[in-house]
Structures are given as structure tokens and as C-alpha cells.
């Protein structure tokens, strides 16, 4: 089945009777999106959590420069979203948009709320990675500024191994807050160091 991969997801945390997965199911609209299609873009309300079934998308935002500065990367298994925007329907100030042609399973507002009082499970559900994205998000702000570049690349390249080769050298560098130059120098160092 094709949401198998968002059912055992869900099963780590909780675990749902054939009835609530049922009835999670009918909720659940699945998606295709093209390379660099967006899936929200900023100024529009986010109204879907989304579970990447294929493919891979990111979450960045424009800065006063006109930099694309990468907020989250996210592959097969991952979540993604404007999640300010999803949970307080104002408009999205990120962007959410496919690095490859990508397949979504996808939730609306509203249906979420309704599976909340339905299947209280999934409350507990949400709640849980909720606080986990919470807690990367906080753990990432404090390596960006305590480590330095080169030490913020070996860790993401041991954390996020597959996305590496999947996304092109700028975005590692935007994620990273760097310069893809400063990227290739810290690339070239680690070569030299083998």
C-alpha cells in the first residue's frame, strides 16, 4: 500500500486500531508535485501538514539580500510545512517547494482537527513530533552559532548523509548559513586531510 511508509511512521509513536488508521486514511489525499513545484509559498496560509512519501523538498525564505537562506531539508519519512502558518492560519513567511519530483501524503487543517477529536491518538501523534522538531530546531540554532563552519558540515554530512548527494552544493551551503565557496574550501580541507 502507498501509505504504508506514513502508517509505520505514525505506529513508532502510537498505535492506531485498523478502524482509526481507516479512518486516518480517509483524511489522507496523496499528491504529486514536479521538480520545483511549490508546495506553500510565502504569503499563503499553509493548510497541509505534509509526510514525503518520495522525493525531496525544501523550507527556505528570502532574505534582505535576496539570499535563499534553507531552513529544513526533508526526505522520504520527514514532515514538512509552514508549521507557524499550519498551526496559526496567518500567512506562511517560508516557502515549501520540491528539490525533485516528489509525492505527498497530505492532511488539511480542518480533517486534522476533526481526526484530533475522532482518534485522540493522533493528537498525541502531532504533539510528540511537534516537540521534536522543536527540539532540532533549538539544537540547531545553538550549533549554528557555537561551532564553527567546518565542524556544522562533518555533522550534517554524519546526520544527513543521503541528503547530501540528493541536493546541489548551495543548498548544503545555505543550510549550513555559509557560502557555497566556503563549502568547497571546507570540502577541499577534508579531501586533504585523508
Not at 14 to 25: D, G, R
Not at 70 to 95: H, Q
Amino acid at each position: 500500500m502507498k501509505l504504508q511508509p506514513l502508517l509505520d511512521y505514525i505506529n513508532r509513536y502510537v498505535t492506531l486500531t485498523k478502524e482509526e488508521e481507516s479512518l486516518l486514511l480517509s483524511k489522507v489525499t496523496v499528491r504529486k508535485f514536479g521538480k520545483s513545484d511549490f508546495i506553500v509559498k510565502n504569503g499563503d496560509v499553509c493548510n497541509f501538514e505534509s509526510f514525503v512519501l518520495s522525493g525531496c523538498v525544501k523550507t527556505y525564505f528570502i532574505d534582505q539580500d535576496a539570499q535563499e537562506i534553507i531552513v529544513m531539508l526533508a526526505i522520504e519519512n520527514w514532515w514538512t510545512a509552514d508549521l507557524g502558518s499550519f498551526i496559526s492560519r496567518e500567512p506562511a513567511k517560508l516557502n515549501v517547494q520540491c528539490v525533485e519530483k516528489t509525492e505527498l501524503a497530505q492532511i488539511h487543517y480542518d480533517d486534522l482537527q476533526e481526526l484530533y477529536q475522532q482518534v485522540p491518538k493522533l493528537e498525541r501523534f502531532f504533539r510528540l513530533i511537534i516537540q521534536q522538531a522543536f527540539v532540532a530546531s533549538q539544537n540547531r540554532i545553538v550549533v549554528n552559532y557555537s561551532e564553527p563552519a567546518k565542524k556544522r558540515y562533518l555533522k550534517f554530512r554524519e546526520q544527513y548523509a543521503s541528503i547530501e548527494h540528493r541536493v546541489p552544493q548551495y543548498m548544503v551551503a545555505s543550510y549550513l548559513g555559509i557560502t557555497k565557496e566556503f563549502l568547497s574550501k571546507i570540502r577541499r580541507q577534508l579531501l586533504n586531510e585523508k
